[in-house]
């Protein structure tokens, strides 16, 4: 099914000594390093590397649902209660986060651990001869790419991480502190391998699912832009860096034209001959049928499938969220009164939304996953009472899809999971011109999402009947000013890219996080018993602790996040 299937590869590596003077000959079976690496055996490392994507686990999901979502205003943990998986429950309130949760300890651990697999490729790649192996540049930049990436989601999630490359020795590594490097200096790192990537890597890879130079660019795009918003110890941002958003521009003019938005907002979130589609900049291959156990599948969300399929009914949609998709007569959104009152599941002919909403949320009474044969029912929802009942659309498939596959008492699936959508690329290029004084440069692109999400309805017609989008006309629906510029593309974000793991880390590169996630926790304890209580502490809970474990190991080499 897929071209680069991320199976584990056969790389291992073992290290073996003697010291009886009679025993002069190597044993038997056992490979030294220096065996492994030929021209042969080179891609066993990268794809044990590519593999390393798909290496996490429901508990330590690289989709980061738990960081990006549930921390976040869009999102309930959901499950049987607060009590399942407490650790994120503890995220959703910000509440009780500690450094020794064995998730955030897996999490670091499984990220470097798909590093240090990066890493012992490009050490392998830098001894082979390129006359011997003529992919050896590519190699390497996909490599790079691949460390970028990692390291870009450990440095949104702790701030502080110790940055290895190759050609750091070994016996080296515990003398690294997660502070080496500054806030900006790790943001140089990071982005200085996406710039190596995309010098290196071709247009187009004839193998699906390998970084390509318009991944890099993407993925450079939106390092610069999180650098640019520069922050002082306690996480205020201080200053919007210019010259950095200019960088932003520069990477998202190597990527603009090269992919273009799908026709329909909900081909990015279909199986099949949708994947890896024009609007998919980089995506994270899952597989099934493919001669293993259960196939290569998304491990990250398989909680995420309500009860009335398989299991668990985790990562729900919020109220605030599905308010947030209500427009106003002008076909834009509410922003500051939409969650005045709440959308009425039983009466929503009652609202005119933006048809991004039916892509996002299953709502009771209405098909899931556009198979008008199976309706999202309320007894599908595992506790109603404390999570309402809505279910996460994006990440699932149909009940009957050939990609859903039973993992007892999980139910799994192989659909790619888009890392980097075109979509994304326009709003971050938008999201620049603004900081940078250019806000009606801005516009055109935020409105190209806009028109396309009012062009998606093919799949949703029968029921989305009151769907109701505009473009912004300035001087009609909108007066186009900077500080309306900004709130509108603020907004197209959230809903554009709604439990893509993405809204927490946008609060926190904006500055907003603590001020945006109080005042829902007080909006919100009105009608959610255990929001009572939930506080969002600025200076501290905009980056997880380093976890406990590690600052132990690194015997107190590594420096504790503020506050904890």
Known sequence: ???????LGIVVLTISSA???????????????DQLVTPENIDGFVTSAYAALGND????????????NVRSDDAYKGGSGTNDIQVFHFFEVSENIRPDFGELDAFWYNSFIAISRVNKALAALNQIDEAEFPDKQSRISEMKFLRGHFYFMLKIMYKYVPYITEDIPVEEYGTISNRFLSNDELWNAIATDFEAAAEGLPIEQPEVGRADK???????????????????ESHNVININQQTLQQVLDATDQVIG???????FAHNFLPGSYENGTEAVFSIQFSNNDGTLHGRLNYSDVLATPQGIGCCDFHKPSQN????FKVSEEGIPLFSSYNDTNVDFNNLDNYDVDPRLYHTVAIPGLPWKYDNEDIYREDWVRSPSTYGYTASLKENVTADSEYLVNIDPFYGNSKNRI??????????RAEALIEIGRHNEALPLINEVRERAAQSTSLISSYATNSAIRPYIDGDNVNWTPEVAREALRWERRLELAMEGNRFFDLVRWGIAGETLNRYYEEEAEEISYYDGAFFDEGREEYLPIPQAQINFSQDVYVQNAGY
């Open 258 to 264: 090269q992919h273009q938005l799908e026709a329909d």
């Open 419 to 428: 890392e980097i959508r075109y979509a994304d690329v326009l709003l971050m």
């Open 1 to 7: 099914m897929k071209k680069l299937k991320y199976l």
């Open 57 to 68: 686990h429901y508990d330590i999901p690289f989709s980061l649902w738990p960081y990006g």
């Open 19 to 33: 010291c009886s003077d009679f025993l002069e000959e190597e044993p038997y079976a056992v490979l030294s390093e």
């Open 321 to 324: 969220l599905v308010n947030a």
């Open 214 to 232: 318009t991944a890099a660019y993407a993925y450079l795009a939106k390092t610069r832009l999180y650098q640019a918003y520069e922050q002082d």
